[in-house]
């Protein structure tokens, strides 16, 4: 079974640029999580979406946004690039709601986004 | 909101012997404890996870144990191979408020030595 992944791999951007960042769940899984990974401030929690909707948001600014497609699929867009948004994005899934007892996610490999 | 510390930042260990990290928490109302393994280069890998309902879980030589009370839990690696080298996350989520996201520790950065 296919876990989560990512793409691109690696993007490279310039100040005030946008950025989109897609991620893939495990098959059957319909929520998608997306986390941020900067050098030395551990994994922040950006976004979760379930069913095509948002359901929670993290500490971020606005212009840090995304969407859920109907396939469960997930896109995070980033505009207005900062030098301080380079870090590493990572996606996770996990099972509907109402399928888990938990919140076991599981992650992507992750997209390397740096800002110069 | 949330807050999970976690302890100690880096530890190494000889090769063979125990390795435990620690996690303390803030919300009473968390429920769920995942540890994650990241390795360089790649993304976070569920290696155990705990409920608040249990008090602890084994797998192999990794275990977890949960105090409720004291808001702490712990990762106990057991006959350290040099494969466990390693970032390792400790996490808290309170599942099933609306509120289904992870709160990550800092990270331990573990280091086993041959």
């Known amino acids: 079974e296919a876990g989560v992944t990512q793409s691109p791999t690696h993007l490279i951007k310039t100040r005030g640029q946008q950025a989109t960042l897609r991620c893939s769940p495990i098959?059957?899984?319909?929520?998608v999580y997306w986390y941020q990974q900067a050098l030395g401030l551990g994994l922040q929690f950006l976004l979760w979406?379930?069913?095509?909707?948002?359901?929670n948001r993290g500490n971020f600014p606005p212009r840090f946004s995304g969407r859920q497609f109907p396939n469960y699929s997930s896109e995070l867009n980033v505009n207005a690039l900062e030098l301080e948004d380079s870090a590493l994005y990572l996606c996770?899934?996990?099972?509907?709601?109402?399928?888990?007892?938990?919140?076991?996610?599981?992650f992507g490999p992750g997209t390397r986004l740096t800002v110069l | 909101g949330e807050n999970v510390e976690q302890h100690p930042s880096t530890l190494s260990v000889q090769e063979g012997d125990s390795a435990v990290i620690k996690c303390t928490y803030s919300?009473?109302?968390?429920?769920?404890f995942p540890w994650y393994k990241q390795e360089l280069g790649k993304g976070p890998q569920l290696i155990i996870d705990?409920?608040?309902n249990v008090g602890e879980k084994k797998d192999q030589r990794i275990a977890v144990t949960l105090n409720k009370t004291a808001k702490h839990f712990s990762l106990h690696i057991t006959e350290t191979q040099p494969e466990d080298s390693a970032v390792y996350f400790c996490?808290?989520?309170?599942w099933g408020f609306g509120n289904e996201k992870l709160t990550f520790g800092t990270g331990t950065r573990l280091t086993i030595i041959p």
């Open positions: 996770a899934s996990s099972l509907a709601l109402e399928a888990s007892s938990t919140d076991t996610q599981y």
């Open positions: 098959s059957g899984h319909t929520s």
């Open positions: 979406y379930d069913e095509g909707e948002e359901r």
């Open positions: 919300d009473s109302a968390s429920n769920y």
């Open positions: 705990i409920r608040s």
């Open positions: 996490a808290a989520s309170s």
